[in-house]
């Protein structure tokens, strides 16, 4: 334990080591996420009694945490800082903004003391035995396609009740999971009969999201998938993973950026907007189509700007917050059918975005502080540090219940932990957010548990009958989610 928390802790102690020399600090602390993301994938940090590489368990928090992080923090904080530089694709187009690279360089160290603060609270929650306590028999084939379809019926029947939306958003979440591990089972099982549905529940679930007008949410619909399909496919995994990166880069992203506006300012209705959008993003010169992707990678993929305006505000204009946030945030916590005159908690997050003039108030985008920023507004570095230990924390937590009370990692981290829980800590927002959707999941996930216990589906490892203990999985072992 100590040795593991000594190497987790290593990164970001050598980051300090270069604190004073502002680029040596920003390329240590971009190189430091990347090491720390890498240290642990390695053994020491693996289920101990499973002998299952990583790769066949991308979708766990050990993994995901640390992909996303990289993705989003890493590649948009290195590019940030080469357009601070001066650079734009390599190419020098101005003169190195020194103030701007010295306020990045504070922000990327704490981003880092972020991420070691998150690998650090899951390895104190403890990463090894997860023994099952509970199991699942082997379900029938359409079995995860009725579970989508009977959520998507429950959600249209309270829909309408507005104490009741994040039941809604819950049941949504849980759908598309399902429906996205119905696709990899049959793939598995070479059942192109039961494809068809659960292809056409994601079709619309992707349409749905390409005309929202919020740019990166297919995303976050097919990158469970490909996680999951991954241990199955690894070669055409990695050539569509990476054909789509591109695509959605040049043609998606720009098509959203000329929606949005259309449809949340303009009033344009959406079959006008998307024509119109699409038309916009085609005829792009390529030369166009890489300004656009590099203003989205400077400004848009990762979260320095904001983290640099928290910076100057705090405590310069404002003193640290304390546990004036905590305290706000804990009112998520309480359920909207409880409580009908609870705050609107996005407007109470959105108060100190508003202060530091990230944003104004006639502007229609949610720009919530995430963990890592609340934590640095309420005590500086060790608030970063204290936020992001505890969130590890409930990571695992959360992680290592829905293992255990839904037979292991199959059901319980593809299926519940990611449709429930995914949202939240994949990419921790805002107190508020990570505090109302961890309420809220638990509650689902306990729901979950009495019905399947109720109706015999979840079944005790230590009563079930004897023909049924060897078995206790729908996938097996060689197909990565077992």
């Avoid at 996680?227 to 998606?252: D, K, N």
């Avoid at 975005?353 to 502007?363: F, L, P, S």
Wanted: charged share 15%; net charge positive; hydrophobic share 50%.
């Amino acid at each position: 334990m100590i040795l593991n928390i000594a190497l987790i802790a290593l990164p970001s102690l050598c980051g300090l080591l270069l604190a004073d020399s502002t680029r040596a600090s920003i390329a240590l602390s971009l190189f430091g996420s990347v090491a720390l993301g890498l240290i642990v994938q390695t053994r020491r940090f693996q289920v101990a009694d499973e002998g299952v590489a990583t790769r066949e368990r991308l979708l766990r928090p050990m993994f995901m945490f640390n992909a996303c992080f990289i993705a989003f923090h890493v590649l948009g904080g290195t590019c940030a800082a080469l357009d601070a530089s001066g650079y734009t694709f390599l190419a020098r187009t101005s003169l190195p903004r020194e103030t701007e690279l010295a306020s990045l360089a504070v922000a990327q160290q704490l981003m880092l003391l972020g991420q070691t603060g998150v690998n650090l609270g899951m390895v104190l929650a403890g990463t090894g035995r997860r023994a099952k306590v509970y199991e699942v028999p082997p379900l029938k084939p359409y079995a995860l396609t009725g579970l989508a379809l009977g959520c998507l019926v429950a959600v249209s029947a309270i829909a309408s009740f507005p104490a009741l939306s994040n039941v809604v958003h819950k049941l949504l979440d849980l759908s598309l999971a399902a429906i996205s591990l119905a696709i990899v089972v049959a793939i598995r099982d070479r059942r192109p009969d039961a494809l068809s549905i659960p292809l056409l529940l994601l079709g619309l679930n992707i349409a749905e999201q390409l005309l929202s007008g919020w740019k990166a949410s297919i995303v976050w619909v097919l990158v469970p998938i490909a996680a999951m399909l991954y241990p199955l496919m690894r070669r055409r995994i990695l050539v569509a993973g990476a054909a789509f990166v591109v695509v959605w880069a040049l043609y998606i992203y720009p098509f959203g950026l000329a929606l949005r506006p259309m449809l949340w300012y303009e009033g344009v209705d959406k079959d006008t907007a998307a024509t119109l959008a699409w038309q916009r993003a085609i005829d792009l010169s390529m030369e166009d189509r890489l300004v656009t992707l590099w203003g989205m990678l400077t400004l848009r993929a990762n979260d320095l700007r904001h983290f640099r305006a928290y910076l100057n505000y705090v405590p310069e204009i404002h003193p640290f917050y304390g546990t004036a946030i905590v305290s706000d945030a804990l009112i998520a916590a309480v359920p909207r059918v409880i409580w009908h005159d609870k705050p609107d908690m996005e407007a109470v997050s959105m108060q100190r975005v508003y202060a530091t003039g990230i944003v104004v108030r006639e502007t229609a985008v949610s720009a919530k502080p995430n963990i890592y920023q609340a934590g640095y507004m309420s005590w500086g570095g060790r608030g970063v540090l204290l936020a992001s230990t505890v969130c590890g924390i409930l990571m695992m937590f959360c992680s290592r219940l829905c293992e255990r009370w839904f037979g292991g990692y199959t059901l319980g981290t593809c299926l519940i932990y990611s449709g429930l829980f995914g949202s939240v800590f994949s990419m921790p927002s805002s107190f508020e957010f990570v505090i109302g959707g961890l309420s809220s999941g638990l509650l689902m996930v306990v729901s979950l548990f009495v019905v399947g216990r109720g109706t015999g589906v979840i079944v005790s490892v230590y009563r079930q009958p004897a023909a049924i203990r060897p078995r206790g999985r729908i996938l097996p072992a060689r197909a990565g989610l077992s």
